[in-house]
């Protein structure tokens, strides 16, 4: 870990560098002059003078029931529920800004005016810390269903070859570091934590997020290839980052290099985790099990279903998925595999495509997801690294998600994932990208692509989590 002083002397050096107008710069700091002020691991902040006020501020926040105001609680939930980015650009910007504007915040109601937000490093302490534990605090929260995010974790987004940072690019940082830690985190959690909706109500959502900030931080500094789109790049043009109507936006081009640069704060860690605080065991492709087989068809003029599944369950076991592809359907991979990568409306040449994934009572808990793996290996076979295999993860989060954007899509309001049982479940479709993971494996045939569900997480309660209506492989048709 490096020393707060080597830290803010490295940090003052970086601010000098012309990269914004002196005037952005000067407004957007919190400290005094150059000086980042630092954020603390959650150990070291709650060993200082900040801890009570924070959970005293907290406590203010969360008894203030007017969601109008940005001194409540609530105003906050609403703000995620109508304004968040999830599996799209700016998922990390617009998070980035949230935290420091609720950080503002904070600084108001606490009366602390050089207040900062900590963060909860779990790559160094998974369990969740003590003061969020203890029952009726204001940092508490009932119904999580666990406090250990040991599984969560991953090392993917800090592989060397990941120098990309938006989505759309191959090897990038942003949903690399979505999918894991970020959405793993929410799962096991639970309770709140595991809805996109309510996420926010639970407390421990700022301190994961000021995590997964710092984390970002230190893939910009780690350099060795790893870069942000430059400051007049198109990726930045658009509206500004919105908080509710009675919170100001913020540029998105100020969240996109440095924290001490643009936000005027810096973190008392910016190291890339290296290793894990267990680890994981080996991969192995479970038990396959037998479902209805949906056989080719053209779903429009430039898709085809090369192949799938019907309607299947998934409980605490893990399972795979044994899809046959007749020698047209496997032609195709193969022609798609040695062609050049496109681009098509859903996002790549081929998918694996999930329709009206939906989660059962005992699902909406939490406490778990599952790995989405291709083609995994047998027990005994080389394998190679796990990302090679892995197309994405599900789970209570990532389904909210989707159901989220369903029903944007649908014209409806962002927020209300929770619909009311008797209106029936909200209809949710789930894509996972598949050419990059079978250009990295290369399978030496293609009479069947393998798909298994790994269980992380919750073991204590049996039963089904998730129904599936059908699993198909789909891609675009040549042109």
């Known amino acids: 870990m490096i020393s707060r002083r080597r830290f803010v002397q490295s940090s003052m050096t970086a601010a000098l560098i012309p990269l914004l107008p002196k005037a952005v710069l000067t407004a957007s700091a919190a400290g005094s002059g150059d000086t980042p002020a630092i954020r603390q691991s959650w150990e070291e902040f709650a060993q200082g003078p900040h801890l009570q006020p924070f959970i005293d501020a907290i406590g203010s926040m969360r008894d203030n029931k007017d969601e109008t105001d940005p001194n409540s609680w609530y105003y906050w939930i609403k703000t995620h529920q109508d304004h968040c980015p999830h599996r799209?650009?700016?998922?990390?910007?617009?998070?980035?800004?949230?935290?420091?504007?609720?950080?503002?915040?904070?600084?108001?109601?606490?009366?602390?005016?050089?207040?900062?937000l900590p963060y909860w490093n779990y790559y160094a302490n998974p369990q969740v810390p003590a003061a969020f534990l203890v029952d009726h605090s204001p940092l508490w929260r009932n119904k999580r269903t666990s406090s250990d995010v040991t599984d969560a974790l991953s090392l993917a987004p800090f592989a060397?070859?990941?120098?990309?940072?938006?989505?759309?690019l191959e090897d990038a940082f942003e949903p690399t570091l979505e999918t894991a830690p970020h959405n793993p985190v929410h799962n096991l959690i639970g309770g709140a934590m595991s809805n996109i909706t309510f996420s926010p109500a639970d407390p421990l959502f700022y301190v994961h997020h000021a995590n997964i900030d710092r984390l970002w931080a230190a893939w910009s500094a780690a350099g060795n290839g790893r870069e942000m789109p430059p400051e007049n790049d198109p990726y930045w043009q658009g509206d500004n980052l919105d908080y509710g109507p009675a919170i100001r936006s913020m540029p998105k081009v100020w969240t996109y290099s440095t924290t001490s640069t643009f936000l005027g704060y810096a973190y008392d860690d910016e190291t890339m985790p290296a290793s894990l605080p267990s680890y994981p065991a080996s991969m192995a492709r479970p038990a396959s099990q037998p479902v209805q087989l949906l056989s080719p068809a053209h779903l429009d003029a430039t898709t085809k279903q090369l192949g799938g599944t019907g309607q299947f369950a998934l409980d605490e076991q893990s399972t795979t998925f044994d899809i046959p592809m007749p020698a047209s359907s496997?032609?195709?991979?193969?022609?798609?595999?040695?062609?050049?990568?496109?681009?098509?409306?859903?996002?790549?040449?081929?998918?694996?495509?999930?329709?009206?994934?939906?989660l059962t009572g005992l699902g909406e808990e939490g406490g778990f997801f599952y790995k989405v793996f291709l083609n995994l290996p047998a027990s005994g076979s080389a394998i190679r690294r796990e990302r090679d295999y892995l197309l994405g993860m599900i789970g209570p989060f990532e389904i909210s998600v989707a159901q989220m954007s369903a029903r944007m899509a649908a014209g409806k309001p962002m927020h209300g994932s929770m619909d009311a049982h008797a209106k029936g479940p909200v209809q949710a479709t789930m894509r996972f990208p598949v050419m990059e993971s079978l250009r990295r494996i290369w399978p030496a045939n293609l009479d069947k692509l393998s798909v298994s569900l790994v269980r992380v997480g919750r073991q204590g309660r049996a039963g089904r989590v998730i129904v599936v209506d059908r699993m198909r492989l789909e891609a675009s048709e040549p042109r």
């Open 88 to 116: 799209k650009p700016y998922f990390l910007a617009w998070h980035r800004g949230l935290l420091k504007r609720f950080e503002g915040r904070l600084r108001r109601v606490s009366g602390i005016a050089d207040f900062q």
């Open 160 to 168: 060397d070859d990941v120098t990309n940072f938006e989505r759309g």
């Open 330 to 358: 496997a032609n195709h991979i193969r022609s798609l595999m040695i062609g050049k990568s496109s681009a098509t409306r859903n996002g790549g040449p081929l998918e694996l495509v999930l329709e009206n994934v939906r």
